[in-house]
């Protein structure tokens, strides 16, 4: 069965200070695979999806960036957070099927 | 434009009887997909049912189905037989055109609380 892995957890960063977290999924191939941020009470908002190595699709331009350096793997990176970059990250993946499963999520704090 | 819209921000329930949480949708493409989603307080999605813009039946899984009017743009969740572990945050979904690269667009929410 497949699974999808996010880490870390928790972060708390400081302003300025660079950021990086991955996503990885277990069990498929040639996912397409998605980054959402969640603000506190709010819906998913989607920040970038890909459908293969090196294809990466901006939905908002902003303070972060998206790899992905291997099939299965997806990584959000920001060189300088910001304060409005504090949320919760989701990781997502589908293939076959229309839905998307989604990781256990990332909260992280900027302060 | 909001895409998605979910009027009920939260709701209480008894144990054991139903809920219809309400989701109301805008599009004009005539293919596109409607999803719900459940979040508990772990934050993790949790995929509760999909409906097809072209799918001629309601769709149902266990407890939960989807009432899909199409000429309303609704695609209502149903609880049924509403158990302590339904508390959780339910967010309604849309994917436009054939795929899209299923990029899905959210609502708001809406927070159900069951009670004892």
């Known amino acids: 069965s497949q699974t999808i892995h996010q880490w870390p957890a928790t972060l708390v960063q400081p302003v300025g200070s660079p950021l990086s977290l991955e996503c990885t999924v277990e069990?498929?191939?040639?996912?397409?695979l998605y980054w959402y941020r969640q603000a506190a009470g709010r819906g998913l908002q989607l920040l970038f999806y890909?459908?293969?190595?090196?294809?990466i699709s901006s939905e908002v331009p902003q303070n972060l960036s998206a790899s992905r350096p291997q099939d299965r793997q997806f990584i959000l990176s920001s060189k300088k957070l910001l304060l409005s970059d504090s949320g919760f990250y989701l990781c997502?993946?589908?293939?076959?099927?229309?839905?998307?499963?989604f990781g256990p999520g990332t909260r992280l704090t900027v302060t | 434009a909001q895409k998605i819209t979910q009027t009920q921000p939260g709701m209480f329930v008894q144990e054991k009887e139903a809920v219809t949480l309400d989701c109301t949708y805008d599009?004009?493409?005539?293919?596109?997909?409607l999803f719900w989603y459940k979040q508990p307080s772990s934050g993790e999605m949790i995929f509760l049912i999909y409906?097809?813009?072209?799918?001629?039946q309601n769709a149902t899984e266990g407890r939960y189905s989807l009432n899909f009017q199409k000429a309303r743009k609704s695609a209502n969740l149903v609880i049924s037989a509403s158990q302590l572990g339904d508390s959780a945050m339910y967010f309604c979904?849309?994917?436009?055109?054939?795929?899209?690269?299923?990029?899905?667009?959210f609502g708001a929410g809406t927070q159900v609380v069951v009670t004892p």
């Open positions: 997502a993946w589908k293939r076959d099927t229309y839905e998307q499963y």
């Open positions: 069990g498929t191939s040639n996912p397409n």
């Open positions: 890909s459908v293969g190595i090196g294809q």
């Open positions: 599009t004009s493409d005539p293919s596109y997909g």
């Open positions: 409906q097809g813009s072209y799918d001629q």
């Open positions: 979904a849309m994917r436009e055109g054939p795929d899209s690269w299923g990029k899905l667009q």
